[in-house]
């Protein structure tokens, strides 16, 4: 196959199931390599799996793939949105392998993900982005998203939530 025609092969998006938990925490390592994080040790592993494919799922995962490889995924749930009475699709995570970038892996999951935003009723679609990743603004830009300058993302987590839950 020439690399012409595996530049053209159509990316198929498809949920996640249980046995591709090791696709899925391969992904996670490469997302933390990429952003220069550490990965989730062992625990954080089996937390993420249960809570992905457990009973009460709290989040869903799609996976991108091409040639029946998966290249890339996409992790999501909702939140809800109290004036416009309306659920909201938060996007945690889209990631693809860097082999696969510039192959419309990344607009694919994005598209799918606003689809289903529109499918669940949603009134907005929503996500955050590292500020130095301008590759990604710059994708997210040119499909018509809006950077929320009136708005600041905050967070407490380890000793400070620990100390504010346990006051």
């Known amino acids: 196959m020439s690399d012409m025609t595996k530049h053209r ?4 998006i498809r949920k996640a199931r249980r046995e591709d938990a090791q696709a899925v925490l391969g992904l996670i390592v490469e ?5 220069k994080l550490a ?3 062992e625990a954080a592993q089996k937390r993420l799996i249960e809570d992905a494919f457990g009973p009460r799922p709290r989040f ?11 290249v890339g995924y996409a992790f999501i ?3 809800y949105s109290t004036f416009r009475a309306q659920p909201s699709l ?5 990631f693809v392998l860097e082999e696969y970038r510039g192959r419309r892996v990344g607009y694919a999951l994005f598209k799918h993900c606003a689809q289903e935003a529109v499918k669940r009723g949603c009134g907005r679609f929503e996500w955050a982005v590292l500020a130095w990743n301008t590759h990604a603004i710059n994708f997210y830009q040119r499909l018509g998203a ?3 300058d009136d ?3 905050y967070r407490l987590d380890g000793e400070e939530l620990d100390r504010l839950a346990s006051s």
């Open 31 to 35: 997302l933390a390599r990429f952003e």
């Open 146 to 148: 809006k950077h929320l």
């Open 9 to 12: 092969a159509a990316v198929h």
């Open 39 to 41: 990965p989730p040790d």
């Open 77 to 79: 749930f909702e939140t």
């Open 60 to 70: 869903e995962i799609f996976l991108a793939e091409l040639d029946k490889q998966v």
């Open 151 to 153: 708005w600041h993302i």
């Open 90 to 94: 938060y996007l945690e995570d889209l």
